[in-house]
C-alpha cells in the first residue's frame, strides 16, 4: 500500500509564492516518475511538472520560468517551488507517481494519486 500525501497550498497574491510538497510512504523500493497536476471545475486534470529518477524535467509551457519542480530520491519526496503566481494558477493540485514498485511484488509497477492540495491566486 503506497500513500502520496500533498502539503503546501493555500491562499496567495498575484506575485507570490508557495511550496508543495509531496511524501510518498509505504514499502517502496523504487519510483519511476513523481510529477504535480493541476485542475480546476472547469478544466481537466493537466500536467503542471514531472521529474525522473535521474533528474529530467518537464514543464507546462503555462509555468515555464516560474515553477521549479524538484526530487529527494532517498526519502520519496517531491517538491514544486511555485514563484509569481498568477490566478490563472489557481486550482487542486494533485501529486503523481508513476512506475512505483513496492517490495511486496516487485515485478509490479503502479500509479499513485495524492488526495489534493488547494492553491489560490487572487488579490
Known amino acids: 500500500h503506497v500513500q502520496l500525501v500533498e502539503s503546501g497550498g493555500g491562499l496567495v497574491q498575484p506575485g507570490g509564492s508557495l511550496r508543495l510538497s509531496c511524501v510518498a510512504s509505504?514499502?517502496?523500493?523504487?519510483?519511476?516518475?513523481m510529477g504535480w497536476y493541476r485542475q480546476t471545475p472547469t478544466e481537466s486534470r493537466e500536467l503542471v511538472a514531472r521529474?525522473?529518477?535521474?533528474?529530467?524535467?518537464n514543464y507546462a509551457d503555462s509555468v515555464k520560468g516560474r515553477f521549479t519542480i524538484t526530487r529527494d530520491n532517498a526519502k520519496n519526496t517531491a517538491f514544486l517551488q511555485m514563484n509569481s503566481l498568477k490566478p490563472e494558477d489557481t486550482g487542486v493540485y494533485y501529486c503523481?507517481?508513476?512506475?512505483?514498485?513496492?517490495?511486496?511484488?516487485?515485478?509490479?509497477?503502479?500509479?499513485?494519486w495524492g488526495q489534493g492540495t488547494q492553491v489560490t491566486a487572487t488579490s
Open positions: 503523481h507517481a508513476a512506475g512505483v514498485v513496492i517490495s511486496d511484488t516487485p515485478t509490479s509497477e503502479y500509479d499513485v
Open positions: 521529474i525522473t529518477g535521474g533528474g529530467t524535467t
Open positions: 509505504g514499502s517502496i523500493v523504487s519510483i519511476n516518475t
